[in-house]
């Protein structure tokens, strides 16, 4: 029976699990070929300048055609979202070439994250707790760099690991990072980089007895035969713990009084464009169409507008966001930030 739900779910996950990715590309003298293909005007310039920094790699005239028209008609867009007075902003950065919709079909899967509450489990109890007004556990010095996840759906592996090493450094006052290409090579339940789940990442590094370091099995954007080595373990996982669902004040807890945590979002939009300052959007936070993982690491307050917000670390290099960061607006569940979310214990 167990096994029987085992392959149902494992099928439902590779058809239907998180993914997400970000673009790399190589030098070239780009920028000239785009001021020969396109002619010289200040949109071609800010074109070629964006190509040439962002090292793209166009292979035809049809092709820089195609992404300076896209890349026009998202600076625009992101001017004018600038101009609104938001308080957020949003900017260039490697994804500008492309839109939105095409980001989505490569790089966000709808997930099907039912998981049934009862199955949720929960040891700590955290009902009279009372959380910090603030926290952020970069702080603490237990919060690996942010990294690059490339070509491969793995927004799922790199959440994981990150909330895993978070809960390890903390636990035992390390600063040890965990391998991402384990996960992604070796959860079986799991699509590799097609996408996955963060809570069958914790149960399969459990039951696994442990994921190696970082360094001893690095990353490398694509997905292989699982290699893990039982001489490089730099964590243990025990188990994994769920938020109550949609509930953020329990989120505030666990994040305040225990450590990050891994959380589902709906990313749409103006979401890969953003530059800075606390996200909000009135377009996603439907709780069946979460399409993206990232690692909630602290929350605060802005002081001056009285807006308190969520600090989440993404997997998109530290080009984006806030030095890889987002913070985003907390208490409205924005982006369905809570419905979602769980956290290793560790040993
Ligand atoms: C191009 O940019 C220059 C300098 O920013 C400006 O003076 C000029 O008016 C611009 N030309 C057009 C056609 O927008
Ligand atoms: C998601 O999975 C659950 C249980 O595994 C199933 O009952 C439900 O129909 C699925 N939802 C979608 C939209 O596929
Ligand atoms: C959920 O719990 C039920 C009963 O407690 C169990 O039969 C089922 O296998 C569990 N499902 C998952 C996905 O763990
Ligand atoms: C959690 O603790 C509260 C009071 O401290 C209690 O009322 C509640 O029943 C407990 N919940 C669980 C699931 O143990
Ligand atoms: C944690 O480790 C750091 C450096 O390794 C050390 O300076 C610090 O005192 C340690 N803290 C505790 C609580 O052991």
Request: net charge negative.
């Amino acid at each position: 029976m167990m096994t029987r739900m085992f392959h149902l779910l494992l099928l439902i996950i590779i058809v239907r699990s998180i993914a997400c990715s970000s673009s790399s590309t190589r030098p070239s003298t780009i920028k000239s070929l785009i001021l020969a293909t396109l002619g010289r005007s200040n949109d071609s310039l800010t074109f070629a300048d964006f190509a040439q920094s962002y090292e793209k790699q166009y292979k035809s005239a049809e092709e820089i055609h195609k992404r300076f028209g896209i890349f026009m008609d998202n600076f625009h867009r992101i001017r004018s979202t600038n101009k609104k007075g938001l308080r957020f902003t949003v900017g260039i950065n490697e994804f500008t070439d492309m839109s939105f919709d095409e980001f989505k079909s490569k790089r966000l899967i709808e997930w099907n994250t039912s998981v049934p509450l009862a199955n949720r489990t929960r040891i700590y109890n955290l009902t009279d707790a009372v959380a910090p007004l603030m926290k952020d556990w970069r702080n603490d010095g237990i919060i690996s760099p942010v990294r690059q996840q490339g070509d491969c759906f793995a927004c799922w592996a790199f959440s994981a690991a990150g909330a895993i090493e978070a809960a390890k450094n903390k636990l035992e006052n390390q600063t040890v990072t965990v391998s991402v290409r384990q996960l992604v090579d070796c959860s079986t339940a799991d699509g590799g980089c097609e996408g996955g789940r963060t809570d069958s990442a914790f149960l399969y590094v459990a039951r696994n007895g442990g994921i190696n370091s970082d360094p001893s099995y690095p990353y490398t954007g694509t997905e292989g035969t699982c290699s893990f080595d039982p001489n490089h373990i730099a964590a243990k996982v025990t188990g994994v713990e769920w938020v109550h669902y949609g509930d953020e004040e329990d989120l505030e807890k666990v994040v305040g009084l225990i450590g990050p945590v891994s959380v589902g979002i709906q990313a749409e939009g103006d979401f890969l464009d953003y530059k800075g300052g606390i996200y909000r959007t009135t377009s996603c936070g439907d709780p069946g169409k979460l399409n993206h993982a990232m690692l909630v690491v602290g929350y605060g307050l802005d002081y001056f507008d009285d807006q308190p917000y969520w600090i989440l670390k993404n997997s998109w290099g530290d080009g984006w966001g806030v030095g890889g960061y987002l913070f985003m607006e907390k208490g409205t569940n924005m982006c369905g930030v809570a419905y979602v979310a769980n956290f290793p214990t560790v040993e």
